[in-house]
């Protein structure tokens, strides 16, 4: 079955970086396209990016545009997602999350336990 | 951008009651592009209803979703102990972002 698990998550303080990762398995990740969305502590889901099923295209969310970065390795079956100049606004679970088909409308089907990231001094 | 607001806000019921839920757009969402979500505390979410009225994989028929254009609900026939939980709208229409809705937090009466 679909398994994606994330990693990478922790304390940092602001403006450094950090860098999440995705293991996907259980379906063919290099025909699906993948996203990150994040859930402040006792907030919604908040959408952040999504990366094309061949990393062709990407989209952000206003908030992270400029600091945030999606990506993927196909070959490795991995989602990352490299976030710079954070903010203790960024303080959230980040969880991946599959689209249900290949193209970009679609809805998110399977999703990983999340990785906390916290920003703080 | 499309903005989904929900309501109500909280929804205090008991089991074996029915639920409707709101999901309300800002503006049409186009081929009914409309997903709801219900997330337990401590989990992710997880996918119930996708192009407002298909039920996702493995999902039970008390469970039904409903609506178009700009207006649509999650509606739960029958309570089980299980549902209590907050549920959520998402559309995915187009380009991103796919916003989500606030949530609306079905909880026990």
């Known amino acids: 079955q679909v398994q994606l698990v994330e990693s990478g998550g922790g304390v940092v303080q602001p403006g450094r970086s950090l860098r999440l990762s995705c293991a996907a398995s259980?379906?063919?990740?290099?025909?699906?396209?993948m996203h990150w969305v994040r859930q402040a502590p006792g907030k919604g889901l908040d959408w952040v990016a999504l990366?094309?099923?061949?990393?062709?295209?990407?989209y952000y969310a206003d908030s992270v545009r400029g600091r945030f970065t999606i990506s993927r390795d196909n070959s490795k079956n991995t989602l990352y997602l490299q976030m710079n100049s954070l903010r203790a606004e960024d303080t959230a679970i980040y969880y991946c999350?599959?689209?249900?088909?290949?193209?970009?409308?679609?809805?998110?089907?399977?999703w990983g336990q999340g990785t906390l990231v916290t920003v703080s001094s | 951008e499309i903005v989904l607001t929900q309501s109500p806000g909280t929804l205090s019921l008991s089991p074996g009651e029915r639920a409707t839920l709101s999901c309300r757009a800002s503006?049409?969402?186009?081929?009914?592009?409309l997903a709801w979500y219900q997330q337990k505390p401590g989990q992710a979410p997880r996918l119930l209803i996708y192009?407002?009225?298909s039920r996702a994989t493995g999902i039970p028929d008390r469970f039904s979703g409903s609506g178009s254009g700009t207006d649509f609900a999650l509606t739960i026939s029958r309570l089980e102990p299980e549902d209590f939980a907050v549920y959520y709208c998402?559309?995915?229409?187009?380009?991103?972002?796919?916003?989500f809705g606030p949530g609306t937090k079905v909880d026990i009466k």
């Open positions: 999350a599959k689209s249900r088909s290949g193209g970009y409308s679609s809805p998110f089907d399977s």
């Open positions: 259980g379906f063919i990740f290099s025909t699906y396209a």
């Open positions: 990366i094309a099923y061949d990393g062709d295209k990407k």
């Open positions: 503006q049409s969402v186009s081929s009914n592009y």
């Open positions: 192009g407002a009225s």
């Open positions: 998402q559309h995915y229409v187009g380009s991103p972002p796919f916003t």
